[in-house]
């Protein structure tokens, strides 16, 4: 079975950056891997996609400070995140699909998450 752990979380002054990573094992081949986010109190929500062939598309929230990528060799994604604010504090999730619909349903497998914490 598919296995998915990211890593790269950490804390990190309002502003400031982090790159997050998300490995990818025991695939035969995904469509899209996507990341998602979930802070305290709050509904996981949608941070970015990309398919094997390089298509990425945002939630309005990222604003331009993000950008997904990947090796789609070693099944790696990653999630450059610049400019960061306190609102971006949540643990961050990676998550595959094999679908072209990319409703949070479709994603069948899943990461544990790594925390990210942006301070003031």
């Known amino acids: 079975q598919g296995r998915l752990v990211e890593s790269g979380g950490g804390l990190v002054q309002a502003g400031g950056s982090l790159r997050l990573s998300c490995a990818a094992s025991?695939?035969?081949?995904?469509?899209?891997m996507a990341w998602f986010r979930q802070a305290p109190g709050k509904e996981r929500e949608f941070v970015g996609a990309i398919t094997w062939s390089g298509v990425t598309n945002y939630s309005d929230f990222v604003k331009g400070r993000f950008t997904i990528s990947r090796d789609s060799a070693k099944y790696t994604m990653f999630l450059q995140m610049n400019t960061l604010e306190a609102e971006d504090t949540a643990v961050y999730y990676c998550?595959?699909?094999?679908?072209?619909?990319?409703?949070?349903?479709?994603?069948?497998?899943w990461g544990q998450g790594t925390q990210v914490t942006v301070s003031s």
């Open positions: 998550a595959a699909r094999f679908t072209q619909r990319a409703e949070i349903a479709d994603y069948i497998y």
């Open positions: 025991g695939y035969l081949g995904d469509y899209a």
